[in-house]
């Protein structure tokens, strides 16, 4: 069993920033692969970021990339979402997820996920 709690969530202007974290406990953190989810209301949740097991390798979504960084701590079993630039479209509730089967390959389907944090809030006012 893996639990994982995200924090950091909040209100902020549009291009301000927010860092999200997402606490883990139960199996062996270091070994998985992390990532970020978001849903807003009426919609799918989306694929936001990817992490390796060694903080060694990333990926994004496109509507993301260049404003947002992922990054791990093993030693603190934490996943980090530093969010730069946000716009109103972000807007959503943002969740971390793991597969303790994947080390290396980020999957950008949510049902590639088996453990889920219960999502923290953001909301980016114009």
């Known amino acids: 069993q893996v639990q994982l709690v995200e924090s950091g969530g909040g209100l902020v202007q549009a291009g301000g920033s927010l860092r999200l974290s997402c606490a883990a406990s139960?199996?062996?953190?270091?070994?998985?692969?992390m990532g970020w989810f978001r849903q807003a209301p009426g919609k799918e949740r989306e694929f936001v970021a990817g992490?390796?097991?060694?903080?060694?390798?990333?990926y994004y979504a496109d509507s993301v990339k260049g404003r947002f960084t992922i990054s791990r701590d093993n030693a603190k079993n934490t996943v980090y979402l530093q969010m730069n630039s946000l716009k109103p479209e972000d807007t959503a509730v943002y969740y971390c997820?793991?597969?303790?089967?994947?080390?290396?390959?980020?999957?950008?389907?949510?049902?590639?996920?088996?453990?889920w944090g219960q999502g923290t809030q953001v909301t980016v006012s114009s």
């Open positions: 997820a793991t597969n303790p089967n994947y080390s290396t390959y980020i999957g950008r389907g949510a049902a590639e996920y088996d453990y």
């Open positions: 139960g199996r062996t953190f270091s070994s998985y692969v």
């Open positions: 992490i390796t097991w060694s903080g060694r390798n990333t």
